[in-house]
């Protein structure tokens, strides 16, 4: 691990015991949010300027109960024919980020059932060496079939809908379900432990990249090499 890794490490670990059991407790509560996307697109991308695309908008139905969580996101208006993934990043832009299954801050909106199908697909130098196997990843090709990815068609619309195994909102990521080294780690517990839900597009390459939303880490200064993202739209909780 990293120093950044196991700084956070030790961060995830304290919030997860402090907050996990009040997580648990809550978890079962039925839920149902609409969210309201924020388009932040400010400069120029692979994909052009938000002022090109000034009617472009996302949302997504969130609706919980049960130890698990269904949503449904939706772009309209945006960017024919790209393909777009849609992450959670825990604690904005702290450590608490860092989720300790790669070298990267945002983490996939996806069911943890998909963590080792996206690692698959993840550039082997972005992977935690201490949660996944040697040679676990890929090369960086990256897929168009990652479960937190759609495409959108020719009049700039996409759906992505999908279930996750855990409560988004007032619940627990379950990262120790990857690897018994991990914590759960308490998300959406308001002020405590806020989250964004961020959905960025792939012009670049038209695919997604597993664990990480895109460019692979230079192995000597852990900076990536390049970025196949550009950030669209944000929604804070």
Do not use: Y
Not at 64 to 73: A, E, N, Y
Not at 101 to 120: E, F, H, V, Y
Not at 196 to 209: A, E, K, Y
């Amino acid at each position: 691990m990293t120093a950044l890794l196991r700084q956070a490490g030790l961060l995830l670990g304290v919030l997860a015991v402090n907050l996990f059991v009040f997580a648990v407790s809550i978890s079962e509560a039925q839920t149902k949010i609409v969210a309201q996307f924020e388009n932040v697109v400010a400069v120029e991308t692979a994909c052009g300027l938000s002022s090109a695309w000034p009617d472009s908008s996302a949302k997504a139905n969130i609706k919980q109960g049960d130890g698990s969580t269904k949503i449904t996101v939706k772009v309209k208006d945006t960017v024919p024919d790209v393909f777009w993934t849609v992450w959670i990043r825990l604690a904005g832009e702290s450590p608490l980020a860092v989720t300790g299954m790669s070298q990267m801050g945002s983490t996939p909106m996806a069911p943890i059932a998909a963590i080792n199908d996206l690692a698959a697909a993840t550039p082997d130098g972005n992977l935690s060496d201490d949660a996944f196997a040697v040679n676990t990843g890929d090369n960086g090709a990256g897929s168009d079939n990652v479960i937190n990815g759609f495409f959108t068609d020719a009049n700039g619309a996409g759906r992505l809908k999908l279930e996750l195994d855990f409560p988004l909102i007032k619940g627990a990521v379950p990262f120790h379900e990857v690897n018994d080294d991990f914590s759960p780690v308490a998300i959406g517990t308001d002020p405590v432990v806020p989250f964004t839900l961020r959905i960025v597009s792939h012009c670049i390459d038209n695919v997604g990249h597993g664990l990480v939303p895109g460019g692979q880490l230079d192995p000597e200064t852990e900076q990536p090499l390049s970025t196949n993202h550009e950030i669209w739209f944000e929604w804070d909780f």
